[in-house]
């Protein structure tokens, strides 16, 4: 496996399911992201961990919770969730120059993300 | 005030035209990059060109080139020789020094006709 994979690609869930979202990179990144891209809205950052500690948390509502275990995989955990948290789910990593405060301009690959319908 | 603006919802060009994607920004940082990412139908964002604010240069990757005018804060995309697979929807984005994260405008949706 090369880049960026998520799984699944596709989900279907209840709003009283607990599914999880997977991200994995195989750059040796050591920053990934969660991004949400709704219909018609622009692309929303949702969490981001460098080093695996949480650098951010978008005031995302509380059904979504975030993992990262270690520095190459990234949960998203759901549950009960509302149909209008149906989206793309993105995942996204980057080389930060600096992972103490998370920043340098290195581009953030994406993986081709989960497309999550809530019934 | 939205951070990067896109103002061409949807463009069309004829195969092996040449077109310009248009983006605009706001910051008072005096450093940050500018990204443009393209994002097929299968959904995977992909990386296409990069700028920086100190950069003498505009940058340029194969086909893609970023006019970059820093005065007017803008880092329009231009696509020469379009071809089928351009089709697309086009993302400019930019990270600043005080902001962390990468902040993303609207899109333009890019349709190339043979």
Known sequence: ETGVTQTPRHLVMGMTNKKSLKCEQHLGHNAMYWYKQSAKKPLELMFVYSLEERVENNSVPSRFSPECPNSSHLFLHLHTLQPEDSALYLCASSQDSNPEVGRSYNEQFFGPGTRLTVL | ?114
């Open chain 2, 1 to 114: 005030a939205q951070k990067i603006t896109q103002t061409q919802p949807g463009m069309f060009v004829q195969e092996k035209e040449a077109v310009t994607l248009d983006c605009t920004y706001d910051t008072s940082d005096p450093s940050y990059g500018l990204f443009w990412y393209k994002q097929p139908s299968s959904g995977e964002m992909i990386f296409l060109i990069y700028q920086g604010s100190y950069d003498q240069q505009n940058a340029t990757e194969g086909r893609y080139s970023l006019n970059f005018q820093k005065a007017r804060k803008s880092a329009n995309l231009v696509i020469s020789a379009s071809q089928l697979g351009d089709s697309a929807m086009y993302f400019c984005a930019m990270r600043e020094t005080s902001y962390d994260k990468v902040i993303f405008g609207p899109g333009t949706s890019l349709s190339v006709i043979p």
